[in-house]
């Protein structure tokens, strides 16, 4: 992966920076909720930088990394977790997956998103318009991974993985997400909060858990305050003696590599790669669809794949 760099963060910035962005899980009133605050603005950032996004497009797939990231509470081993949405209206749709490594990564189907008109709000529904959310959880052990489907009911992340965990596995589930830009559009604050009953909960808990989010202060705000995470915690769930057994590291990362982009080149039809090799335009640049990455061949390289594989063919 090639992380592209934010402007006017020095190295020091950056260190600093990439160690504040955590996932903490928590577990309140003696385990019957369990859930995750997770710290993600430099995580955005970066998503941001790589993508080369405008504030529709950060505000969009910012949510859904956010989304993921703290589905990744529930994982164990190296499980991972992905989800993706297929919409009518100017999204088109989004994919995002995450690990227990703290790896998250996606893309956009339309950037830039198609606007008629200066935004008024971060209300995002009318972009997304109709469609499905398809949560995939591939289980480090498992043969076959785990797909859930639902129709998409809100226009809101947030909203539909709700209602995803509510439909589709019956289980009373809430998400917070929120990303904070300064005037001059610049992300100064993301995060994201997921609460879930254990089985046996008491069913005040439903009910427990909506007041909670409603009175809680917005997400990417506290952040842009670089508030402390476990503070928060204690702070906002004092009165369900919140107890924190474990945090880890969240970051916008991918596996992508030259090495691993050249092997998709390899496999190109032979035909195509006689074009490349011959008409160029050098240098080839081959772009990672799922963290922006640009990798760059020239036409030494492009010659060199198309005479082995043209040698092999003849043979």
């Given amino acids: 992966m090639i992380k592209k760099k934010i402007p006017g963060m020095t190295a020091k910035d950056y ?126 052990f498992a043969k076959q991974p785990y797909e859930g489907r639902i129709k998409l009911e809100y226009g809101s992340i947030a909203r539909d993985l709700t209602n995803y965990f509510f439909t589709s596995e019956q289980t009373p589930t809430a998400f917070n997400l929120g990303i904070k830009f300064d005037r001059q559009g610049e992300v100064t604050g993301a995060g994201g909060l997921f609460l879930q009953t254990m089985p046996g909960a008491d069913d005040r808990w439903i009910e427990e858990l909506e007041q909670l989010l409603l009175d809680l202060p917005s997400l990417g705000e506290t952040f842009s305050s670089h508030h402390n995470v476990e503070d928060f915690i204690k702070l906002h769930f004092h009165p369900f003696s919140p107890k924190i057994p474990a945090n880890r590291r969240v970051e916008f990362f991918c596996r992508c590599s030259r090495e691993t982009i050249g092997q998709f080149i390899v496999r190109l039809p032979l035909e195509t790669l006689e074009d490349m090799a011959k008409n160029g335009p050098f240098p080839v640049e081959t772009r990672c669809h799922n963290c922006g990455s640009v990798y760059e061949f020239d036409k030494e390289e492009i010659a060199a794949v198309f005479e082995k594989r043209a040698a092999a063919a003849a043979k």
């Fill in 15 to 140: 260190v600093l920076a990439r160690a504040n962005n955590k996932l903490y899980n928590f577990v309140l009133d003696d385990g019957q909720v369990r859930g995750a605050l997770l710290q993600g603005t430099h995580m955005i950032r970066e998503m941001r930088a790589n993508h080369d996004l405008g504030i529709l497009e950060t505000l969009t797939l910012g949510h859904a990394f956010l989304g993921v990231s703290l589905m990744t509470a529930n994982l164990k081993d190296r499980d991972t977790i992905a989800f993706k949405i297929e919409c009518s209206g100017p999204i088109k749709g989004l994919s995002v997956e995450a690990n227990t490594y703290g790896e998250v990564r996606g893309c956009l189907k339309n950037n830039p998103i198609p606007i008629e008109k200066p935004l008024e709000s971060f209300d995002l529904s009318p972009f997304f318009g109709t469609g499905f959310l398809v949560v995939t959880h591939y289980p480090e």
